[in-house]
């Protein structure tokens, strides 16, 4: 059977109307636990209705959040959350999706340059197999207190980037600031 792409690469997910999904790239039935696991990996795919073919990726993401957050994988705090759906109808609500999207880029390579760094610092040397329990350690405690702070989705990039040298934490006062501007902005437009 032909193996289904999209035009940029991505691997096609049809969606039936009984709810199942399938993978025109192994020409087999998946689950969500399926395409949780090819988002882990970095595999680009886009889900589309069998019947309309309408794009239907952006759904089946929230509903993977959703089951992730309902087996007490919670990473998303109550008042980000209520932030957030506040946000919805608001003036700013198109800037939201850019700002957390460049939000999440930032914490990624932060989390990686730390990790590198930490890594890099004892390579060679006896403590690297220390060092890597402990960098184990620091993300597991990373993660539980992304769960436990209140508002600890409200700036997810600060923690590395004041280890990383600062210059993160500038580009976000940075953002911040000009958010802030934008901000008085539209208000002073909608006086």
């Not at 759906?85 to 880029?105: C, E, F, H, K, R």
């Not at 690297?128 to 702070?149: D, Y």
């Not at 004041?162 to 210059?167: C, H, R």
């Amino acid at each position: 059977m032909k193996k289904q792409a999209s035009g940029d690469g991505a691997v096609v997910i049809k969606k039936y109307a009984n709810r199942r999904l399938y993978n025109t790239e192994s020409s087999s039935y998946i689950t969500l636990e399926h395409l949780a696991a090819m988002t882990r990996e970095g595999r680009e795919f886009r889900v589309v209705d069998a019947k309309t073919d309408e794009d239907i990726t952006h759904n089946v993401l929230t509903q993977i959040i959703m089951e992730e957050e309902s087996r007490g994988q919670t990473m998303l705090p109550v008042g980000f959350l209520r932030q957030l759906i506040a946000l919805y109808g608001d003036s700013m609500q198109a800037m939201v999706p850019g700002y957390l999207d460049a939000s999440m880029n930032s914490f990624r390579d932060n989390q990686a340059q730390f990790k590198n760094a930490v890594e890099g610092a004892f390579a060679g040397s006896p403590f690297a197999e220390l060092a890597k329990h402990n960098m184990a350690m620091f993300e597991a405690a990373a993660a539980a207190f992304k769960t436990a702070a209140p508002g600890a989705g409200a700036a997810p990039a600060a923690p590395p980037a004041a280890t990383a040298g600062g210059s993160k934490d500038s580009e976000i006062a940075a953002l911040k600031a000009e958010l802030a501007r934008l901000r008085d902005k539209v208000d002073k437009l909608g006086e």
